[in-house]
């Protein structure tokens, strides 16, 4: 016969370890079952190895969901300050980088070993190496057979397996075979805060690879005012990460390169320094290499004061709505997260239970609920994972 809990909980990482900590300090006998070898994979690579574990600006129009509301309960019961509390409280140093990113001033493995105390202490049984080979419900109960020890059987069973970026770290979409077992809807997943890939007349900036610079992106309605990077194979950096969530195949992304320039600067340039040209202009707020590219791209090469001031006004504008045409991105691989996921339609946006499948809940990432890259993702992992964990 399988030992029987109250709880078991379907990953180890973010969500489903803060997960299985909340209920475990209600009483409940939790259970938490990875086919990794060690917890917490995801954690340990994030912010680069410092762990950027929530941002002081979260709100839930900083996620991406087909219910635009579904995440503004859990992310109102679980603030960045209720988690900021418990990483003072075990002695965590951390600073702010920039915009509301909190990180780590150590590791990233102080937030695992924060989450493994937490789950220690309440009593919860981790198992790591178990692959899971079947899941089922009979009798009241969710089975669970796994490659490793015996089977387990308990009346909750909590998805928190996250989505399938980042394989190499073991990510799959486990999580989405198992809603569709059970009969819930599943948004098609796609690559989010992912670098974009560009070919054509686009390629021509590859030369660039490595120049970075602050600007403007747009994709869609959606606009993020951060560095954009250009990479061998396309597009990439914060500004371009944020809006890859946005955009979709076949639509154009808009890079304003001088955000901060006065209305008719060229003009200006012209007036003031006629002898310059174009180049010189874009160099002084631009890499040199990126205002040669634009410069010659755009194909003003004599003096500004030779040239006519419709001329300059298209340059202008042409430099404050840029049309890149990505042709992919570099999918699941590199993406930082998962768009897409369990339809938030088949979920309490209170418990995060499935309406459908009493005591089946769906958390963090394997939800259909996305964030702005600078830990709102972990912010949304610990919310729904306390909403669950509270519930259970």
Not at 11 to 29: E, K, N, P, V
Not at 105 to 130: F, H, K, N, P, Y
Not at 296 to 325: C, H, P, S, Y
Request: proline share 5%; net charge positive; aromatic share 8%.
């Amino acid at each position: 016969m399988p030992s029987t809990h109250d709880v078991i909980v379907l990953g180890a990482g973010a969500a489903g370890l803060f997960c299985a900590a909340t209920a475990g300090a209600r009483g409940r006998r939790v259970t938490v079952i990875d086919h990794a070898d060690e917890v917490g994979k995801k954690i340990l690579i994030s912010g680069g190895g410092r762990c950027n574990f929530t941002n002081l600006h979260t709100a839930p129009d900083r996620y991406l969901s087909e219910n635009a509301h579904f995440a503004r309960s859990a992310l109102a019961r679980y603030t960045p300050a209720d988690f900021l509390t418990l990483v003072e409280r075990y002695g965590i140093a951390w600073h702010e980088k920039t915009l509301g990113q909190l990180f780590c001033d150590g590791s990233a493995r102080q937030i695992v070993a924060m989450l493994v105390e937490e789950c220690r202490a309440s009593a919860v049984e981790i198992r790591t190496g178990s692959g899971i080979s079947k899941v089922h419900h009979a009798d009241g109960l969710f089975h669970v057979s796994t490659s490793a020890g015996p089977a387990l059987a308990a009346p909750k069973l909590v998805i928190a397996t996250g989505g399938p970026s980042i394989p190499k770290m073991g990510a799959t979409g486990f999580a989405y075979d198992l809603a569709r077992q059970f009969g819930l809807k599943v948004v098609q997943p796609r690559p989010a805060l992912v670098p974009l890939t560009l070919a054509g007349e686009d390629a021509l900036f590859r030369e660039l690879s490595g120049v970075s610079a602050p600007v403007l992106a747009r994709a869609g309605k959606a606009a993020f005012r951060e560095a954009a990077l250009f990479t061998h194979r396309g597009l990439s950096g914060p500004a371009i990460l944020q809006v890859s969530s946005y955009w979709r195949h076949g639509e154009p992304i808009l890079i304003d390169f001088l955000p901060d320039a006065p209305a008719d600067w060229l003009l200006s340039a012209k007036r003031e320094r006629p002898r310059s040209t174009l180049r010189r202009a874009l160099s002084e707020a631009l890499p040199d290499r990126l205002a040669g590219a634009l410069g010659e791209a755009i194909g003003v090469n004599q003096e500004l004061g030779a040239v006519q001031d419709k001329t300059l006004r298209a340059a202008q504008e042409r430099l404050a709505r840029w049309r890149f045409m990505p042709n992919g991105s570099e999918g699941f691989a590199k993406a930082e997260v998962t768009a897409g996921g369990i339809s938030t339609a088949e979920l309490s946006s209170q418990t995060m239970e499935a309406r459908k499948v009493p005591g089946l809940f769906a958390i963090g990432e394997a939800v259909d609920v996305t964030g702005w890259l600078g830990g709102y993702n972990f912010q949304w992992a610990w919310a729904s994972a306390h909403a669950a964990g509270q519930a259970i």
